[in-house]
C-alpha cells in the first residue's frame, strides 16, 4: 500500500511538471505560439530524462488510488494514517527487540503484540519496488557468513565490535539489548592470619603501635602513660620512657634520623632522642589533646592532629608551628602524609576527609560522603589510593581528587585504625575486638577474628586501638584494650583448597553513600 502510495506521488509530480512546461507555451490572451512538434516532444524527452529519470522505471498504479487513501486522514496527534488495503493480503515485519503499537496512544493488544514474517507476495512487491540496478546488486551480492539474513537493500557496514545479533522477527538491535550488569572480579587468595604471641608488660589500654625501619624492634604508647619498645623477635621488653602526663596517643619514628616522636592527651608533642633515649625537642601550639601524628616521607616535616579541630605542620629541626591546618569543625581523629599531591591527608569526627595542600596550607578537597566520625585512614603503599574507615562503612578513593572507588560494608563497629600491606591484605580493628581482614582490590571479607581477652581482664575490655603490620608484612601487631599487643602470621599450612575462597560473581554496589 505504502508502495503505491509512493508511486502515486512520483507520477502526480511529473504530469505536473508537464502541465507548467506547457503552459510556458501559452500566449497572454490564452492562444498557443505556434511551436514544431519535432522541437516539443525532443524538449520534452530531454527534461523527462534529466528530472525523472531515476523514477521512471517504476510500474504505474493500476489502481484509482484517490479512492483508498483520503488525503487528511489523521489520527487525534496529528499523525496521517492509512486504511489497510482492502481485497489484498498484507503482512508487516515489526522490526526491533519489542513489539511496537502502530502509532503513539494506540494500546499493545493481542493483535499488535504479534510479530509477522512477510508474504511471499509482499516481498515480491517489495522488490519490483527497487530499482532494477539495485535488484540485481543484491541478487549478485554474496551471502554473508553465518548464514545472517540480510533485507534487499540494506546496507553493507559490518556489525561493529561487541555487537550482538538478536535472533527473532531478524532483529538485529544491540543498542537496545540489555547492558550485563558489573560483577565484582574473583579476589586474590590470601592465606588466613592466626595468632601466635601474646605481649603483655602495659598497665593501661595500649593505645598505638609503630615498628622501626631496621625491623628489630617496635614501639607503643599506653593509658599508662608510658612509652616501650620490644623486640621484635623475641616479644622482649627492651627500655620504658616516661615523661607525658596523659595517655600517650601516638607513635612514631623517624626513617631519616634517629628520632621518636610521640603525642598525647597532655597537649604535648615530643621529639625523642634514641642515642640519649631523652626528650630533646618539644612543639607547643595545640590547644587540646593530640590524637594522632605523622611524619613527611621526604622532608623534615611532622603532622599532627588535635581535639581542637585543627592539624598543625611542624619543622622538626626548628620547632616552628609551618601551618595551622583550620577546616574541620569536631576533632580530627587520624592525618597521614604522602611525598605525592596531597601530601597531607586528614579524617575527623565531623565525618569528613580533607585532602590538603602542604605549600599553601589550605583545603584542597573535602570529602563528605561519611555519616559517621572517620577514626582511621590508611595509604595503599603501592597504588595511589587511600582507604578510610567509620562506623557505617570502609571507603576506599582515588587520588588526587579524591575520586569515590568502593564500599567495604560489613564490618558494623567503631574502626578505630586501618592497615595495608604491599600484597593487597587491608586489616580494619574496632573497638569490640573484631578485627576484619579484606583484599584490597576487590573488597572481599576474606577473614574474621576475634581474638580472646587476656585471663583477668573483662570482656568488655575485648578492643583493637591500632595495627601495623611489620617491615616485612610478615607480621601484624595489634594494640589492644586488655592491655597487650597480638602478634598475628600468615598460617603457612593453609593452601587454596584447604581455605577456599567462597565468592560469588555477586553484582557490585557502588553507592557513593
Known sequence: MVEEVQKHSVHTLVFRSLKRTHDMFVADNGKPVPLDEESHKRKMAIKLRNEYGPVLHMPTS??????????????????????????????????????????????????????????????QSL????????????????????????????????????????????????????KKAPTMPKPQWHPPWKLYRVISGHL???????????????????????IKIWDLASGKLKLSLTGHISTVRGVIVSTRSPYLFSCGED??????????????????GHLSAVYGLDLHPTIDVLVTCSRDSTARIWDVRTKASVHTLSGHTNAVATVRCQAAEPQIITG??????????????????????????VRAVVLHPRHYTFASGSPDNIKQWKFPDGSFIQNLSGHNAIINTLTVNSDGVLVSGADNGTMHLWDWRTGYNFQRVHAAVQPGSLDSESGIFACAFDQSESRLLTAEADKTIKVYKEDDTATEETHPVSWKPEIIKRKRF
Not at 519496488?129 to 559490518?158: M, T, W
Not at 597537649?267 to 607547643?284: F, G, P
Request: hydrophobic share 30%; charged share 20%.
Open 62 to 123: 493500476k489502481e484509482n488510488l484517490k479512492e483508498k487513501v483520503p488525503q487528511s486522514a489523521s489520527d487525534s496527534y496529528g499523525h496521517k494514517q492509512y486504511p489497510a488495503n482492502q481485497g489484498q493480503e498484507v503482512e508487516y515485519l515489526v522490526s526491533g527487540t519489542h513489539p511496537y503499537p502502530p502509532g503513539p496512544g494506540v494500546a499493545l493488544t493481542a493483535d499488535t503484540k504479534i510479530q509477522r514474517m512477510p508474504s511471499e507476495s509482499a516481498a
Open 127 to 178: 522488490a519490483v519496488a527497487l530499482p532494477a540496478s539495485q535488484a540485481r546488486a543484491d541478487a549478485n551480492r554474496p551471502v554473508p557468513a553465518g548464514g545472517e539474513y540480510r533485507h534487499p537493500g540494506a546496507s553493507d557496514r559490518s556489525q561493529p565490535a561487541g555487537a550482538v545479533v538478536m535472533e527473532g522477527g531478524n532483529a538485529k538491535n544491540s543498542a537496545l539489548m540489555a
Open 204 to 226: 593501661g589500654w595500649v593505645r598505638c603501635i609503630a615498628v622501626e625501619p631496621g625491623n628489630q624492634w617496635f614501639v607503643t604508647g599506653s593509658a599508662d602513660r608510658t
Open 267 to 284: 597537649k604535648q608533642v615530643k621529639c625523642w632522642d634514641l642515642e640519649y633515649n631523652k626528650v630533646i625537642r618539644h612543639y607547643h
Open 348 to 373: 575527623s569526627h565531623d565525618t569528613t576527609i580533607r585532602l590538603w595542600d602542604l605549600v599553601a596550607g589550605k583545603t584542597r578537597v573535602t570529602l563528605t560522603n561519611h555519616k559517621k566520625s
